[in-house]
């Protein structure tokens, strides 16, 4: 129930916004939570399939989200929302933060974030609504946000 009205109160920002904001979809329905509990506009985690799995590594000195580029094809996937598994594989805690870099700074861009614990692992759900209207380009980036040395990946969009 909430979740449609939310739906319709974007949808009522649209209309009004019209075509003079190009961006004026707000991305408000990215969630992150846990596979048996967690939901994203109304459907279960565990009723979606998992479009990547994304890991914190550390090899030696080197701390990285591997692997470095994904690629999502929505042109062949079907229209359900993304579905990413997240894990920390390292024996530290590590930042996960999506981002569309193009335009990070707009209260309306599409984010994600979450902090790992060691060998913790966390599902995010993102509507396609929001990968296609809350991202200016074809490329999200994922970085870690408690370690600026941490090597950060993307995700590319073929859409
Ligand atoms: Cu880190």
């Not at 950060?152 to 073929?158: A, E, N, T």
Request: charged fraction near 15%; aromatic fraction near 8%; hydrophobic fraction near 45%.
């Amino acid at each position: 129930m909430g979740k449609t009205m939310l739906g319709v109160f974007f949808g009522l920002m649209l209309a009004v916004g019209g075509a003079s904001t190009a961006f004026a979809l707000q991305a408000g329905g990215v969630e992150v939570g846990d596979l048996a509990t967690g939901r994203v506009v109304g459907q279960l985690f565990s009723e979606l399939d998992v479009d990547a799995e994304l890991f914190a590594v550390e090899i030696g000195a080197l701390k990285s989200w591997y692997p470095s580029v994904t690629v999502i094809d929505f042109k062949v996937r079907p229209g359900r929302p993304v579905l990413l598994k997240v894990t920390n594989n390292a024996t530290a805690e590590h930042g996960f933060e999506m981002t569309d870099a193009t335009n990070s700074l707009t209260p309306t861009v599409m984010n994600a974030k979450i902090v790992l614990k060691p060998g913790e692992t966390k599902y995010i759900g993102i509507p396609t609504s929001d990968m296609f209207y809350a991202t200016q380009g074809n490329t999200l980036t994922y970085r870690c946000h408690l370690h600026p040395a941490h090597l950060s990946g993307k995700i590319l969009m073929i859409k």
